[in-house]
């Protein structure tokens, strides 16, 4: 039953609204990326949608989160990358296979979807901002550090409001203001949790007789597969 509701737990780990990764899976990629030696080359994908507050006054929630749901399944769907939302707007996407240049590729294509389907949602342009950072495998990437790059980014982006779309080399990125002792102890306590929340929902959905997957389980697995 890999990646079943008896199995692995994976819902934890899932944004409820647009369905990618939430804060906790994103934090255990980047524990479990640092500890890879040599580090691969990657390429984060920062997007932050514009106008959220704005589109939820003047066309209700619904249509926010739509628009939510859209953007990450432009990202899913144009770079096919690893995407998680780590912020009420903001989605961080991975790229850890092909070249710095088809990541370019990639990026671009999301660029122009944004663009072109905006209006299909409601969104004013640029629908988002967009920002392309890549790791060379040089570069430190704890999870402070990717952070702090990544929302060094994001601050870097909102100073041009024009600007809804730019290149960073990671190395060369100012990182947000040293939060460095604040992320360290968030990252281990989300992944405490994590570890906690998978053998609570071990307890929960396993018959403790067999080891198999009780009715509990069972009946998320009807009720998801009938959805």
């Given amino acids: 039953m890999d990646g079943s509701i008896g199995d692995s ?3 934890l780990r899932l944004d409820p609204l647009t369905g990618v ?3 906790m899976a994103f934090f255990e990629w980047l524990l479990s990326h640092s500890k890879t030696q040599p580090v691969s080359p990657f390429t984060l994908i920062s997007l932050d949608v514009s106008g959220l ?3 939820n006054q ?3 929630t619904a249509a926010g989160d739509a628009a939510l749901r859209w953007a990450a399944l432009v990202l899913l769907e ?4 690893k995407v998680y939302r780590i912020g009420g707007d903001e989605f961080v996407g991975v790229l850890s296979e092909g070249s710095p240049e088809s990541h ?5 294509r999301v660029c122009d979807r944004l663009m072109n389907e905006a209006d299909l949602v409601k969104m004013i342009h640029p629908a988002a901002s967009v920002a392309m ?3 060379t495998g040089l570069e430190d990437t704890s999870p402070k550090d990717v952070i702090g790059v990544i929302y060094g980014a994001f601050i870097d982006m909102k100073q041009d409001p024009d600007q809804s779309y730019k290149v960073f080399g990671a190395a060369a990125t100012e990182p947000a203001i040293d939060l460095s002792g604040l992320i360290d102890d968030l990252v281990r306590r989300m992944v405490s949790l994590g570890s906690m929340l998978d053998k609570s929902h071990r307890l929960a959905y396993t018959d403790s007789i067999s080891a198999l997957p009780n009715m509990h389980a069972a009946m998320y697995e009807l009720e998801t597969t009938f959805n």
Avoid: M
């Fill in 9 to 11: 737990p994976k819902f």
């Fill in 21 to 23: 990764g939430n804060p």
């Fill in 53 to 55: 507050e704005q589109l």
């Fill in 58 to 60: 003047n066309h209700g």
């Fill in 78 to 81: 144009e770079a096919a990358a």
């Fill in 104 to 108: 370019t590729e990639a990026v671009e």
């Fill in 133 to 135: 950072i890549h790791y």
